[in-house]
């Protein structure tokens, strides 16, 4: 079992940088895909970024690539997602999760998610 709380969301302006975290606890969290998904509202979950288990493989979707970064630090059992450039359009919950490989289609365990609001 793993459980995720992040944490690091809050209300910006537009062009503003905002990094969150994603602790987890349980075990063998360094073996994890861990994702970050975002939800706007009236919109499906999205996703956002993903990391392998040593952090050497990233992927992000296509439109986010250059403005956010995920990283990890398994000693401190957390993921990070660092936003740059923020956009009224990023506004959404945030969601970590994480998943048992990095081929596996299905996410395993959710965080309960951390707001972030972007006002022009």
């Known amino acids: 079992q793993v459980q995720l709380v992040e944490s690091g969301g809050g209300s910006v302006q537009a062009g503003d940088s905002l990094t969150l975290s994603c602790a987890a606890s349980g075990r063998s969290f360094s073996s994890y895909r861990m994702d970050w998904f975002r939800q706007a509202p009236g919109k499906e979950r999205e996703f956002v970024a993903a990391?392998?288990?040593?952090?050497?493989?990233?992927n992000y979707a296509d439109s986010l690539k250059g403005r956010f970064t995920i990283s990890r630090d398994n000693a401190k059992n957390t993921v990070y997602l660092q936003m740059m450039s923020l956009k009224p359009e990023d506004t959404a919950i945030y969601y970590c999760a994480a998943r048992r490989g990095w081929n596996r289609r299905d996410v395993d365990y959710w965080g309960q998610g951390t707001q972030v609001a972007v006002s022009s």
């Open positions: 990391i392998n288990w040593s952090g050497g493989t990233t």
